[in-house]
């Protein structure tokens, strides 16, 4: 793949000391594995390649791949999450770890905790301490990949949807070009996020950066409501040609 091909690639990953799976784009895998999430769509990773999204071993592999090639790769933690920095584990007092969760009850060996806006896994909770992991959770393990290029986009709007997708999460985007401007049609759904402002701006650059894009517009289509009908004028339908109707416009009687 050249640096900048836009990619859908389906992949496993595993932790190469366990041969656990950690995640996967396959629902079929998921489920046999025992990590299936309802809910969830399962489809595939869309990446620039070489644009930096990924970890550097994965990068390094699919700057080198084929297309509809299966391929089985090991990335050692230097080209992955790094090693475990023993400085981002800390032990404090069990009482600052309640006061700093909003759930105590949920607490549990494993379980992702918040402290200082940083986020850890509790690794330790006894003897009036707490232990907390704030290394990345995949950091100092070598991480095994199955993958597979199930798709190399190549039509200019498909790019620009595939990126759309993938950086905001949203689906149905509606894009047409006018020379190197592009517009953006916001599916409903992104009217509602409260994180839009913020993906909207992370999009603009990454198709500036994967495409050279010109002028980006978004454009919110808001459907209008449907037409509330007076429920009076239904329940009183009649052919009856004496049959007598009472309407109201504006708060003035008729």
């Given at each position: 793949m050249d640096s900048g091909t836009i990619v859908h690639v389906d992949y496993e990953l595993y932790n190469a000391d366990t041969g656990d799976l950690l995640e996967t784009?396959?629902?079929?895998?998921?489920?046999?594995?025992?990590?299936?999430?309802?809910?969830?769509?399962?489809?595939?990773l869309v990446t620039v390649v070489g644009g930096g999204q990924l970890i550097e071993g994965f990068e390094d592999s699919l700057l080198e791949a084929e297309a509809e090639t299966e391929y089985d790769i090991d990335i050692e933690p230097a080209k992955g999450y790094g090693d475990k920095d023993t400085t981002m584990i800390e032990t404090i007092n069990q009482d600052k770890l309640m006061r700093?969760?909003?759930?105590?009850?949920?607490?549990?060996?494993?379980?992702?905790?918040?402290?200082?806006?940083?986020t850890g896994i509790l690794t330790l909770f006894a003897a009036g301490r707490a232990r907390v992991d704030f290394n990345h959770p995949l950091a100092g393990r070598t991480l095994r990949y199955k993958y597979t290029i199930v798709k190399v986009v190549e039509d200019r709007a498909e790019?620009?949807?595939?990126?759309?997708?993938?950086?905001?999460?949203?689906?149905?985007?509606?894009?047409?070009?006018?020379?190197?401007?592009?517009?953006?049609?916001?599916?409903?759904?992104?009217?509602?996020?409260?994180?839009?402002?913020?993906?909207?701006?992370?999009?603009?650059?990454?198709?500036?950066?994967?495409?050279?894009?010109?002028?980006?517009?978004?454009v919110e289509v808001h459907e209008p409501r449907a037409a509330i009908e007076d429920a009076d004028d239904h329940e009183?339908?009649?052919?009856?040609?004496?049959?007598?109707?009472?309407?109201?416009?504006?708060?003035?009687?008729?």
């Amino acid at each position: 793949m050249d640096s900048g091909t836009i990619v859908h690639v389906d992949y496993e990953l595993y932790n190469a000391d366990t041969g656990d799976l950690l995640e996967t784009t396959l629902e079929e895998v998921a489920k046999e594995h025992e990590i299936h999430q309802e809910g969830r769509g399962y489809s595939p990773l869309v990446t620039v390649v070489g644009g930096g999204q990924l970890i550097e071993g994965f990068e390094d592999s699919l700057l080198e791949a084929e297309a509809e090639t299966e391929y089985d790769i090991d990335i050692e933690p230097a080209k992955g999450y790094g090693d475990k920095d023993t400085t981002m584990i800390e032990t404090i007092n069990q009482d600052k770890l309640m006061r700093a969760v909003s759930d105590p009850q949920s607490l549990g060996i494993g379980s992702p905790v918040e402290i200082g806006g940083r986020t850890g896994i509790l690794t330790l909770f006894a003897a009036g301490r707490a232990r907390v992991d704030f290394n990345h959770p995949l950091a100092g393990r070598t991480l095994r990949y199955k993958y597979t290029i199930v798709k190399v986009v190549e039509d200019r709007a498909e790019k620009v949807v595939a990126l759309l997708k993938s950086n905001s999460g949203h689906d149905d985007f509606e894009v047409d070009f006018d020379g190197d401007d592009v517009s953006v049609i916001v599916p409903q759904s992104m009217l509602f996020d409260t994180n839009a402002a913020m993906m909207k701006f992370r999009v603009v650059s990454v198709l500036r950066e994967a495409m050279d894009v010109g002028k980006v517009s978004f454009v919110e289509v808001h459907e209008p409501r449907a037409a509330i009908e007076d429920a009076d004028d239904h329940e009183h339908d009649c052919e009856d040609p004496d049959c007598e109707h009472e309407t109201h416009a504006h708060g003035e009687e008729e």
